[in-house]
Every structure is written in C-alpha cells, then in structure tokens.
C-alpha cells in the first residue's frame, strides 16, 4: 500500500490509467481524476481496498483503491494508486 488510512497527502497530479472494469465498486465515491481543480491539494485517506478486493484477477498494487477526503471542499475522492502522484505530509 502506497498510503494508509489517516495520512495527509498532497495531490499533485492526477491521471486516468486505462484498466478493466472492477469485479464490484465498494467505495462509491466522486472520481478525483474527473476533479482536476484540486490538484496541489492536500486531504487525508479514510479507507483503503486491496486489489484483490477491487479485481477479479490480473491486477496489481498499482490497482488499490483509496478514499480521500479533500481538506478544500470537504468531500470524499476515489482514486487507484497509480492514477495519483502524491506526496505524504508528515
């Protein structure tokens, strides 16, 4: 896991990566990808997925989901790990 849950994170940068479509969406949320207006923003992980969680097979760290919780508008963000280039903020 790239983050765990209670971390404060600053997003930098975030991508849409091609992938399949997951097996079930637990953590029906907002897409951070499709919200590019809170890029260099910090919010804080409230849950973390596995991806063995997320897919049925084929899948990889990179596949983890997480929830975020944006500190700007105060909602809450899904997002794969390889989808985001972020920095922890200790």
Sequence with gaps: MKYN???LVLVKH???KPRRRPRR???QHLRLLLHP???????VITAVEKHTEIFE????ENHNG???????DGKEYY????????EVVE
Excluded at 37 to 43: A, C, D
Excluded at 57 to 60: A, F, R
Excluded at 66 to 72: A, E, H, N, P, T
């Design 79 to 86: 997002f794969y790990e390889d989808e985001v280039e972020g």
């Design 14 to 16: 975030c991508e849409y």
């Design 37 to 43: 207006r809170l890029n260099n923003t910090y919010g």
């Design 66 to 72: 997480y929830i975020w919780y944006s500190q700007v």
């Design 25 to 27: 969406h637990a953590l």
């Design 5 to 7: 849950v209670g971390v």
């Design 57 to 60: 097979s084929d899948s990889t």
